[in-house]
């Protein structure tokens, strides 16, 4: 970086020295996200406390055309924090303050840097939580769930982030502090508080957010049914869906992430079921039962050889652990994975499971699958090794593969980790030319100079190239 | 004079869209805007003649207002010109549906009551109760971000639109979301174009997130001795892990159906055990706070009212319906202010959805003259006033035109408007559609 010294000491000025990472052994904590495979050095990375700090950086950013990047809990799943071409990370995990917690409206004013979680646990003695729950929930931020539009488990029947944000501060990328939405849940004009969630980051960084609280369900049915085959539970799946239901969550993990659970965390899972299902109801207790006995039945008669029905919140939350630990355990099945995040009509998941597995046979890399099988959202969790270049060469072929064929079965690329560096190149494959130019239309507008967040969500030329694709003129 | 011109274009649309892709004047008025007629209605059935219209509009400087069924047209500020009107109807095609995915994929015109009626057979519903239930079609719905008293626990389009596609003012066919229910590829510019109405591009086709059916549905009509009291019970019941579908505070009379107000009407939607179970839970808190009255519809009767319900907001050459934006809790404060400075209006009715925030009031105009016109303005602005001090916003749904001379219908926008300008600028680079309708001159 040009320049690197003055803007050091220019950033300094503003924040305070301690507040300024310039060694590369500090900075090496910031060189990726949770989609470890993609690293790339920040030059500095600097603490914020506050808007106008925030707001200060990023105009010092601008008289020097750095990049900048906005950071919170670093659990990114497509590398959409990655400094590409070097620059500043803008560090919000210390403007972590709950601002104002209105039950009564159903509303939180929080800092961006605010972790997932302790929302939440600032508001359950109430009777209320903050409704989207990704994997990563005691880690993650809420500022970087609005950047990802996140979501969870329950998001089947409670929506992703979006549908949980009713106001945002943002710093644009210029300096300018704006308001968009407020606390109410409408307000005239274009909803630009929609546009910026799901944005990565590239339209602005999020300062303070108004989001939504939801009362806490009256009761919880959650049901776990072991299956012979993964064909059998996807197959209960559409059932039980088409049969009327919308349960809070309705998960699937298959027989290689059973096993792997199985041995690191001992939850009692038999070694040899071909799928697990887990379908959390919740709601109100009365007519409840009914619900949970038309799973059962619907489980039965797919060759379900085995129902827990948790018997109290103690049980339950370890069905949950039992899920939510399968992410922690692939480090016993190969030093590094890739985790896909396709989306297909849920109908067509049996067939697409198939695909999977025939992808990862032709590949010869094993492919574990743990994901949220109620909105069709896939979780194929490539497992090899990034020391060995051949592998990492099929690992490539095996998701060009299996995103092309969430694509042909009219679905998309990524359900709820992002596009970010990782998922650029496969772009094509389910937006034109034209659709792909209405999204940076917009990102100019937002970000003229691209120095907030470069280098993510678009195709390159080679892109293009990669996929066969003829590439574009426009 | 404009005869012979407006004949003219007639000819030249017809050569676009065909003799039966034009409305026969004297019909032109269904498609009126405020006091405006539209030279031409066109009603193209394809992308591809939706494209040729618009940029015949384009070579020919002409505006274009896009519609559905017309029921939207008296949403905004009056527009600086109607030239020409492009209806959806034409697009009427239910073009995928698989139960079992939940969702369903329509071009815009086809009409909702259309639509319920095929998801029906297979148990299934957009739960969406948004005005003019007939008539309006999804495309209609969409642009307007047109919803109704159930979004309180269905949501609106921005929870249930999953992808659309549209053509821009250019003739570009764009997509964007997908067919799915879980999609962050890119930006999501559904959220853009929702609520936009119109002023961004025409929405050609659009996939929705849909609903199984309800084995029961039930509607709770209680009275309360004063408004005060009715709001109590409200919050209590949205402060619960009660799951009301609607929960609609009534003063002043809602229309074609005979209700003793003050009066919450509720929603309560499921299996019948959950049902039976709730309404016993609202009759204690009902009961609690003082009810004078409280009466379980189901049938005709109830669909009656919650037909009555959807309608509140329905423009009526002589009312002014405005829409107020506010905290829950601010809802009961604003509805008696509001009572208190507006007792010697006519037709006076009030409709809040308390557990969305928002309140309708409408008052009949007796008259177009100006110092009506004036005097309405003027009661609008203090509402709007009420609204603003507690952090809410407020709109006009609908009015006679004379008063919106008078009046922004939109209200002040804050700091983001500067981007919105610019995202109408971009995207609408000729202002082709609907200028000056939407908020700030957009």
């Known amino acids: ?474 | 004079m404009t005869e012979p011109v407006n004949n003219r274009l007639r000819v030249e649309l017809s050569q676009l869209v065909g003799e039966n892709g034009i409305l026969h004047d004297d019909q032109d008025n269904l498609y009126g805007v405020d006091d405006l007629l539209p030279k031409a209605v066109t009603l193209p059935d394809s992308v591809g003649e939706i494209r040729d219209v618009l940029n015949y509009a384009a070579d020919n400087k002409l505006s274009v207002i896009p519609a559905g069924s017309g029921t939207k047209l008296g949403i905004g500020n009056p527009p600086e010109r109607v030239d020409l009107v492009v209806s959806t109807l034409g697009l009427n095609e239910v073009l995928e549906y698989e139960p079992g995915d939940l969702t369903a994929t329509v071009q815009s015109g086809v009409r909702l009551a259309d639509l319920q009626a095929k998801l029906a057979e297979n148990g299934q519903c957009l739960p969406f109760d948004p005005p003019y239930l007939n008539r309006a079609t999804l495309g209609g719905i969409v642009a307007a971000n047109s919803s109704g008293p159930s979004s309180l626990y269905y949501g609106n389009s921005r929870n249930r639109v999953l992808g659309m596609q549209l053509v821009q003012s250019n003739g570009a066919a764009v997509k964007c979301g997908g067919k799915v229910v879980k999609n962050v590829a890119g930006y999501d510019l559904n959220k853009l174009y929702i609520g936009s109405f119109g002023t961004l591009g025409i929405i050609t086709e659009i996939t929705f997130k849909l609903n199984p059916l309800p084995e029961v549905e039930r509607t709770m009509l209680i009275t309360f001795k004063s408004v005060t009291q009715a709001s109590r019970a409200a919050i209590e019941i949205a402060d619960s892990q009660l799951l009301p579908i609607f929960l609609n505070l009534i003063v002043g009379g809602a229309p074609s159906v005979d209700i003793v107000d003050p009066c919450l009407v509720i929603g309560i939607d499921g299996h019948h055990e959950t049902v039976d179970w709730q309404m016993n839970q609202i009759r204690a808190a009902a009961n609690l706070n003082d009810a004078t009255g409280v009466e379980v519809k189901d049938g005709a009767y109830q669909r009656d009212v919650r037909t009555s319900m959807s309608a509140f907001p329905e423009s009526n050459p002589q009312m002014v319906v405005c829409k107020a934006h506010l905290r829950m809790t601010d809802v009961e404060k604003f509805i008696t202010a509001a009572l208190d400075q507006c007792s010697d209006l006519l037709d006076l009715r009030v409709l809040g959805l308390i557990g969305n925030g928002v309140v309708y009031f409408a008052f009949s105009v007796p008259s177009a003259d100006t110092a009506s016109a004036k005097f309405a303005s003027i009661v609008i602005a203090e509402l709007r006033n009420h609204a603003r001090n507690v952090g809410g916003n407020l709109i006009v749904e609908s009015a006679p035109t004379s008063i919106k001379r008078h009046v922004d219908v939109w209200g002040e926008i804050g700091s983001s408007l500067k981007l919105m300008q610019q995202i109408k600028a971009r995207l609408d680079p000729l202002n082709l559609f609907c200028p000056g309708r939407f908020v700030s001159g957009i």
Request: proline share 5%.
């Open chain 1, 1 to 474: 970086m040009i320049e690197k010294n003055r803007i050091t000491s220019e950033l300094s000025d503003l924040v305070g020295a301690a507040n300024v990472l310039t060694d590369s052994t500090a900075l090496s904590v910031y060189e990726c996200d949770g989609a470890t495979l993609f690293k790339a050095s920040p030059d500095i990375v600097v603490f914020a406390e506050s808007t106008e700090h925030v707001s200060k950086i990023v105009r010092l950013a601008n008289k020097f055309s750095v990049p900048f990047i906005a950071r919170g809990g670093g659990t990114g799943l497509s590398g959409g924090m990655l400094p590409v071409n070097g620059g500043i990370i803008i560090a919000l995990n210390r403007m972590d303050r709950i601002l104002e917690i209105d039950v009564k409206n159903q509303r939180a004013v929080v800092e961006p840097g605010v972790v997932n979680l302790l929302l939440t646990q600032a508001v359950e003695d109430r009777g209320y939580y903050f409704a989207p729950d990704p994997s990563s929930q005691k880690a993650c931020t809420i500022g970087g769930n609005i950047a990802e539009n996140s979501g969870g488990p329950h998001t089947l029947k409670y929506g992703v982030t979006t549908d949980h944000v009713t106001g945002l501060e943002v710093v644009m990328p210029d300096g300018e502090i704006v308001e968009f939405g407020g606390y109410v849940e409408e307000t005239p004009g274009y909803d630009l508080r929609g546009l910026m969630v799901g944005c990565e980051g590239t339209f602005g960084i999020v300062t303070k957010a108004i989001v939504r609280l939801t009362r806490k369900p009256q009761a919880y049915q959650t049901l776990l049914g072991v299956f012979e085959t993964i064909d059998d539970a996807s197959s209960a799946v559409s059932k039980i869906i088409g049969a009327g239901m919308i349960p809070a969550a309705l998960e699937m993990m298959d027989s290689l992430v059973i096993k792997t659970v199985e041995e690191a965390f001992h939850w009692g899972f038999p070694l040899d079921a071909g799928a697990v299902l887990i379908v959390e109801l919740d709601g109100i207790s009365a007519g409840m039962r009914h619900q949970a006995e038309q799973i059962t039945e619907i489980f039965n008669s797919h060759n379900c050889r085995e129902i827990h029905r948790a018997k109290d919140e103690t049980d339950r939350q370890n069905i949950w652990k039992s899920r939510k630990s399968a992410f922690g355990s692939f480090g016993r099945l190969a030093p590094s994975y890739i985790t896909q995040d396709g989306v297909v009509p849920r109908t067509q998941l049996p067939k697409v499971l198939r695909r999977v597995a025939e992808i990862s046979e032709k590949y010869s890399i094993p492919i574990a699958n743990v994901f949220h099988a109620g909105d069709g959202n896939i979780h194929p969790v490539v497992l090899f090794d990034e020391r060995d270049p051949d592998q990492c060469e099929r690992v490539d072929a095996v998701n060009m593969e299996i995103l092309t064929v969430c694509a042909e079965v009219g679905g998309t690329i990524t359900g709820e980790h992002g596009i970010g560096v990782e998922k650029m190149d496969y772009m094509p494959l389910i937006y034109s030319p034209e659709d792909l130019l209405v999204m940076t239309t917009v990102r100019d507008i937002f970000n003229p100079s691209k120095l907030c967040n470069p280098g993510k969500i678009f195709p390159t030329t080679e892109s293009y190239v990669k996929l066969g694709i003829e590439s574009p003129t426009v």
